[in-house]
Structure formats: structure tokens, C-alpha cells
């Protein structure tokens, strides 16, 4: 489950060879079809790590892919490069560090985001949240701290200066009438 | 709600950006001027976290601390807690425990809304107190007294932050029944406090500034 972009990739990038025997055939039957981008409901089309709804694990997840959790985590979450995704159905007990966040299920403990955390309708939060951007759905519960990252944009670099238009001394001027014709 | 709060920074507001149903609110305005002096303040909100208070308050530089008390309280008591209004002291004492864990003196603010209406008695007046207590010296409250006891008034609201002058109440459903306050059992409400500032509107709801 967690090496799912290395097996396509070693099928992918296999070079040409003979045809193989019959006994490799079998164990090479798998397409690679079989191993399909992962569509996941919560509107990610990349290829994602996923923990099962009935699956529990106990210990800290760290890595550098996108995850989407479904079932029951009792442990740290570290992704600093990736989304996280608590499914409706999981349950995170620990605290999560990621680059987005996405609560749909539970979580108990503190999170915190270098980019975006979002705590979807009938989510369920209880612990403190550091981000630049949270957003937080009507009908979501939350209880704890909310603090957001500011990131302070530089400056955009001065204009260099135009010249300034040439005065025109209106006393200098030619004075000058309309013309008016008259047949 | 597609709304978003106004930049807190902006001094002046044009109603023409107020949405629809938003109400002018003089004490979110004279509360607006507090928070402005000073950043970096530890707030409390009572009343359930919502995007709009969420990015007002964070806006002007503070930390917010964020609970549904009502939600809390009724999954906390059982039914027949409220059904027969008894409510033993040490099951108090520990919802409060349970829901306000912090030192003392330790926030700078809170934004109780309605939520006190919406709480039977004794748990109100345990939710004050603890308050009372975790709230610095010179901090402020926010409290709001619906005058009747039907119509859509005598519901709990979720209170937004449009801007630093205008409040939007948008109704939400929970089982508890209102309980009335007048102006003189509010001020009994908050005698531990320094000063209490009333605020009347034309609806007659009490908007109340206190005082730590």
C-alpha cells in the first residue's frame, strides 16, 4: 500500500527483455491498470496513500506523500511536504504536522499547517491549530486555539521614476485662437 | 455564508458592504477599539468558532480560543439533568474543569455572545465564575440578553463579526430553552466584575460590555 508509486514506477520504467516464461507471466500478470490513480471523494485526483476504514494503527506516520486516513491513527502524523486528509469515517489521535489539512472525521490533538488546515461540516476537532490559512465550515465542532502564520510578503521594489513631463510656461506659449471660417 | 469580515484595520465602514440582516452593534464597535490598542491578546469564543469571528480576531493580531458551550453542556448533562433542573454541584464543577482548562488570570477577552442565556441557572452562574477567574485584570466581556422568551429572539444564536460595527445573528437549533434576564439580575450576574456598560438597542436586547 505505501510503495504503490515505486511498484508502477519499477513496471513503468522496466526495460524490454524476451519474452518471458510462462511462470514469470504469472507472476507479472498484474497490469499496471491494476494499480489506478486514486480518485478519492474529498476532491484529490493524486495518487495518495490511504489507511483503510477498518485499519488501526498505533505509532507516528512520517513521509513525503499525500495521505488520506479513513480508519483509527493513534500516533503523530508528519508530512511537512503533503496534504493530509482525515476521511469521514477516521479518527486521529496525535498531533498532525503537514502543508494542508483536511479534517472530514475526528481529531484529538493539535495540528498545524504550513498552508491551508480545513475543518469540513461535521467535522470534529478538539485541540489547537497553527496556519497561514485555517478555514472552518459551519457546522464543524472545534474546541482549542486557533492561530494563524503570518507570512509577511516583501515589498514590491520601487518603480523607478519616469521623468517628469516638461512644464510648459503658458506665458511662453503662442497664443493661439480657433480659427473660425466663415462662408 | 459567502460573506467575509471586513479588514479590521479599516476605521471607517461603508454600509453599502454590509450584508443583508447584519446589525449595527456598539459594543462590538467599542470592544473593536480595545482589541485595536494592543496584539497578540488570548481571546475566548463561547458561541462556537465561525469563519468570520475566526478571521476578525486573528486579523487584528490575537489568538483565539474557540468552544460551543451549549454543545458542551448538553453533551456533558443528561436529559434528565435538564428535564428535572437538579444539578449536582460536583457535576457542575467538573464540566467546568472538563471545558475551561486554563490557568488564571490567563485570557484577555472573551466573547460569551448569548450563550449565557441559553444555560440553566446554576451553570451559567459556574461558567461566570470560572471566568471571573481566568480572565486578566482590565480584560473584557461580551455578553448579550435576548428580551423575550419566544419567537425566533429565544433561540441561540451563532454571533459573526461582519465588521468592527456590524453583527450578524444567524439562528441555530438546540434543545435549551432561554432564561430571562432583567437589566438589575444582570448587574447581580456580574457583581464580581469592575464595571458593567449596557448597550440598548432597538430591539431591546442588552448588549453588555464587562469589565475584569
Known amino acids: ?183 | 455564508m459567502n460573506w467575509r469580515p471586513q479588514p479590521p484595520t479599516s476605521s471607517t465602514t461603508s454600509s453599502s458592504n454590509v450584508p443583508a440582516g447584519a446589525r449595527r452593534s456598539y459594543a462590538l464597535e467599542s470592544l473593536t477599539n480595545l482589541l485595536r490598542t494592543q496584539e497578540g491578546l488570548q481571546i475566548l469564543d463561547l458561541g462556537g468558532l465561525n469563519q468570520a469571528n475566526l478571521d476578525f480576531v486573528t486579523g487584528l493580531g490575537h489568538r483565539l480560543y474557540a468552544e460551543d458551550i451549549v454543545k458542551a453542556c448538553d453533551a456533558f448533562f443528561t436529559k434528565q439533568e435538564f428535564a428535572n433542573k437538579q444539578f449536582d454541584v460536583h457535576r457542575i464543577g467538573q464540566f467546568i474543569d472538563q471545558t475551561f482548562d486554563f490557568p488564571d488570570q490567563s485570557s484577555d477577552g472573551a466573547l460569551v455572545w448569548d450563550v449565557l442565556q441559553f444555560l440553566p441557572n446554576p451553570i451559567a452562574q459556574a461558567v461566570l465564575d470560572r471566568l471571573y477567574r481566568i480572565l486578566a485584570p482590565e480584560s473584557f466581556l461580551l455578553a448579550f440578553f435576548h428580551p423575550e422568551s419566544g419567537g425566533p429572539a429565544a433561540k441561540p444564536h451563532s454571533c459573526r463579526i461582519i465588521d468592527a460595527k456590524h453583527l450578524m445573528f444567524v439562528p441555530r437549533e438546540s434543545p435549551r430553552t432561554i432564561e430571562l434576564y432583567t437589566t438589575r439580575s444582570i448587574e447581580r450576574f456580574f457583581h464580581k466584575f469592575a464595571s458593567v456598560k449596557f448597550f440598548l438597542t432597538r430591539e431591546n436586547l442588552q448588549e453588555v460590555i464587562v469589565k475584569r
Open chain 1, 1 to 183: 500500500m505505501w510503495n504503490r508509486n515505486k511498484k508502477e514506477d519499477d513496471i513503468q520504467y522496466r526495460p524490454s527483455s524476451p519474452a518471458p516464461s510462462a511462470s514469470e507471466q504469472s507472476r507479472e500478470a498484474i497490469p499496471v491498470s491494476a494499480y489506478p490513480t486514486r480518485q478519492t471523494e474529498y476532491g484529490s485526483a493524486r495518487v495518495t496513500a490511504s489507511i483503510g476504514k477498518s485499519l488501526v494503527i498505533n505509532g507516528h506516520i512520517q513521509g513525503k506523500e499525500d495521505l488520506v486516513i479513513d480508519g483509527r491513527l493513534e500516533g503523530n502524523v508528519d508530512l511537512p511536504e503533503n496534504r493530509l486528509t482525515v476521511g469521514a469515517t477516521g479518527h486521529v489521535q496525535g498531533g498532525i504536522r503537514a502543508r494542508e489539512i483536511v479534517v472530514v472525521g475526528t481529531v484529538q490533538g493539535n495540528m498545524e499547517a504550513s498552508e491551508r488546515v480545513e475543518i469540513k461540516k461535521g467535522a470534529r476537532v478538539i485541540g489547537d491549530l497553527k496556519a497561514q490559512r485555517p478555514v472552518i465550515e459551519d457546522e464543524a465542532y472545534f474546541k482549542g486555539n486557533v492561530e494563524t502564520i503570518r507570512v509577511d510578503t516583501p515589498k514590491p521594489a520601487p518603480k523607478p521614476q519616469q521623468p517628469a513631463p516638461p512644464i510648459v510656461d503658458a506665458q511662453a506659449a503662442p497664443e493661439t485662437k480657433p480659427e473660425i471660417k466663415r462662408g
